[in-house]
């Protein structure tokens, strides 16, 4: 399981860069434009050109206030000027409600949203970036960043070869073009940019009489300016022939620049069988030797070009390909004669350290230290003391698997948690005030259907949880079961042995007609009120204390659809104080517990409805720990297809897509000014026997909430049949019919 280890030491500025990089199939890459500085109001910071954030999905700012703004307008302004140049206007950015200095804050505007803003609706031909309307105060703009639409993989197949036209076959990334013509193959379309390393193979099988010249062209070419006078090609490599042996199949391999969409395949005396676009994992690095600070020793490295010397002070190591990766890795090997108090076990950049401290050994032997560096660095130097280090592993950390997280903001945590599913009526299930996980007729939950539930595509988890009868009496302190949070604890750990982060909540505690429900936010100021808060403070502290040594892929979130009345569209005021003072009481109490200053939480608005949420009244808690909050809502809009069982079997009109897409804006937009990304914690429709509109409904949603950088959670109830939510089938842990195409269509594939 992940969980808090004293592994490494992450600087902030690490921290940033590896952040700042795609992951593949997984996060958005990110183009930094360099601009920073400090503004007041009124300030035309630059102008963009339609060149500069062509084919990227938004524009990402990074910001703090120096001196807080006297006027309650945007921060910033996007203005937008279309292709006549006649026509623009302005798209507000930034400005949190109740801003405070010195906190980073971050503002994300989609170029759809700055294009759509055209009263002439016409395309953006380019922008200006201004300091907009807000009075007298100063802001220092750390960042402006255009994030680019995700990397997508791509398989091109065939039989070609040169002097003959063909046909090729592209899976994957549907955008590509393949012109196999008589004299090259002709790839366009393609974007590197959510790539970290992006990598063409090409895999031939060469003739069986390639004649007397063994070199043959085997090369890749990019194109500029494709069919006109200014056409002109560079190779990807400048060794553009090579040996050739007849018969022999050869995969090259070619890393290509990221901004490049279209390349030429120049193959001679043989077919080429295919082709593949995507993100390479680049190779470990193995240095060995026996080194000792205080002597020279040498140092022999597997990667030829990664050069390491170890000298007297330190082993230095330069040349480090750490661009080219994601989560840039060091394990270092060290053995211990005896126990020491205070031994060094350091990595610096130059003057800078960027991992690592001074450390007690405890135990004779070895012992391995883990650290995750930046993907800026080139070059390190590895300070251990009173040791003999006798390998040092260098290794790109891609995979869910990485052996702990910590110090992500909570905006850095949500690009890695990917897509979501709920673990529905299992652990939240009751009946009569009593709680049962196989009370609503599920099975008991093993290992398996996580791990199906992350090969099916699935990053998170998240787990609802019911207490009610297993806490117990205030003069007991409101103790929960052991028995039932040890249960808890077994499937949480099951999650996340299986690779997945874990969103845990408090369920039906406070919903709506559940018996047995002690979450009252009905409940005036008072005895009563204070008492609930005091035990929801209590239920939440043992919660914390009992995950405390888990790191970051566990996320608490304080309680599920909680509302008043017998209305879903009902609100008071009264409702809105008690939802922000439990919000406010679980912040606090997870906090007062040691091991969770870096746990990120997710807070729900009332009844985790958008437009309830964004009334005004909603409260964004206070945290003794900076950006480590998230907002939850729900999305079961319009309820007579989601879950009215009599209801419409059919979505897909364009007022409903419109209606979706200006729902995932203004929670989006409401968020950004809180400095706090999204999760649609729950969203769905039943069952009608209507795969292909629920399939237009999913895709849709995924793909809408993908624009906002939303992270989204289906909703399983783990039934199958008619009017049920199910994607598996939790007795056989296996996808059910319809399936594999629900899934496909949340995974956006």
Not at 493 to 506: E, H, K, N, P
Not at 514 to 520: A, E, M, R, S, Y
Request: hydrophobic share 35%; glycine share 8%; net charge negative.
């Amino acid at each position: 399981m992940f969980k808090k280890k004293i592994l490494s030491v992450l600087s902030a500025a690490a921290v940033a860069a590896s952040m700042a990089v795609g992951t593949g199939n997984t996060a958005l890459a990110l183009k930094d434009t360099g601009l920073s500085g400090t503004y007041t109001q009124g300030s035309t910071i630059k102008t963009f050109l339609n060149t500069d954030y062509e084919g990227y999905g938004s524009v990402e700012l990074g910001y703090e206030y120096l001196t807080l703004p006297d006027q309650p307008s945007a921060t910033f302004g996007l203005i937008a000027f279309d292709t006549d140049w006649n026509g623009w206007t302005t798209t507000s950015v930034g400005q949190p409600n109740n801003p405070e200095v010195n906190v980073d804050y971050t503002s994300i505007v989609t170029i759809d949203q700055i294009e759509n803003s055209l009263n002439t609706g016409k395309e953006a031909l380019g922008f200006n970036l201004v300091t907009d309307n807000f009075g007298s105060g100063e802001v220092k703009l750390n960042y402006v960043k255009f994030n680019d639409k995700q990397g997508k993989e791509a398989t091109i197949t065939g039989s070609w070869t040169k002097g003959t036209a063909s046909e090729m076959t592209v899976t994957g990334d549907t955008d590509i073009n393949v012109d196999a013509n008589p004299y090259n193959i002709y790839v366009s379309g393609f974007s590197g940019y959510g790539f970290t390393n992006p990598t063409v193979d090409v895999t031939v099988t060469y003739d069986n009489n390639i004649g007397e010249d063994l070199y043959k062209q085997a090369c890749l070419y990019y194109v500029d300016g494709y069919q006109t006078a200014d056409e002109a090609w560079t190779p990807v490599e400048e060794l553009e022939y090579k040996k050739a042996e007849a018969g022999q199949t050869v995969i090259y391999s070619f890393n290509v620049e990221p901004t490049r969409h279209s390349f030429f395949a120049c193959f001679d005396a043989c077919t080429v069988n295919e082709i593949k676009v995507y993100d390479k994992v680049p190779s470990d690095v193995t240095i060995t030797g026996n080194w000792t600070m205080g002597t020279e020793s040498e140092m022999f490295s597997s990667d030829y070009k990664v050069n390491v010397n170890g000298g007297t002070e330190n082993i230095a190591i330069s040349s480090l390909p750490f661009d080219r990766y994601f989560n840039p890795t060091i394990e270092v090997t060290a053995n211990y004669a005896g126990t020491f108090e205070n031994v060094r076990a350091e990595v610096y950049s130059g003057n800078d350290k960027v991992a690592g401290d001074y450390v007690e050994v405890n135990e004779v032997g070895e012992k391995v230290y883990t650290y995750e560096l930046s993907t800026a660095l080139t070059a390190i130097n590895l300070y251990f003391s009173d040791c003999t280090v006798t390998q040092i592993r260098i290794y790109d950390n891609r995979s869910a698997d990485i052996t702990e997280i910590n110090n992500r903001t909570a905006s850095q945590l949500t690009s890695m948690m990917g897509k979501a599913w709920n673990l529905g009526n299992a652990l939240d299930s009751t009946k009569n005030g009593t709680v049962g996980e196989t009370l609503w007729n599920n099975p008991t939950v093993n290992k398996s259907l996580f791990e199906l539930v992350k090969d099916s595509g699935f990053d998170t988890v998240r787990i609802p949880v019911s207490f009610m009868d297993k806490i117990g009496s205030a003069e007991s302190g409101y103790a929960i079961d052991t028995a039932w949070m040890n249960r808890i604890k077994t499937v949480v750990d099951y999650a996340l042995d299986s690779g997945l982060y874990v969103i845990m909540d408090m369920h039906h505690d406070g919903s709506k007609d559940v018996t047995g429900k002690w979450i009252d936010i009905s409940l005036p100021e008072g005895t009563q009120r204070t008492a609930m808060l005091n035990k929801f403070s209590a239920v939440w502290t043992q919660i914390a204390e009992t995950f405390a040594d888990y790191d970051q892929h566990l996320v608490f979130e304080s309680m599920n659809e909680v509302m008043i009345g017998e209305s879903y569209g009902y609100t008071s005021s009264l409702a809105y104080e008690n939802i922000n003072a439990l919000n406010q009481t679980f912040v606090n109490a997870v906090r007062s517990v040691d091991g969770n200053s870096d746990r990120c939480l997710l807070i729900p608005g009332y009844n985790t409805n958008i437009d309830l949420t964004i009334s005004g009244l909603f409260k964004k808690p206070t945290d003794t720990t900076a950006n480590r909050l998230m907002l939850s809502v729900h999305y079961y809009d319009p309820y007579d297809f989601t879950l009215n069982e009599q209801g419409t079997s059919t979505w897909g009109s364009s007022e409903e897509i419109a209606y979706l897409k200006s729902q995932m804006q203004k929670i989006s937009a409401f968020a950004n000014g809180l400095n706090m990304p999204v999760i649609i914690g729950e969203y769905g429709a039943v069952n009608k026997e209507n795969d292909f509109n629920r399939i237009i409904y999913l895709s849709a949603l995924n793909r809408t909430a993908e624009t906002y950088n939303i992270v989204t959670a289906y909703w399983d109830n783990g039934y199958t049949g008619q009017y049920g939510f199910a994607l598996f089938d939790r007795n056989s842990n296996m996808i059910i019919e319809s399936g594999t195409e629900l899934i496909n269509a949340i995974m956006n594939k």
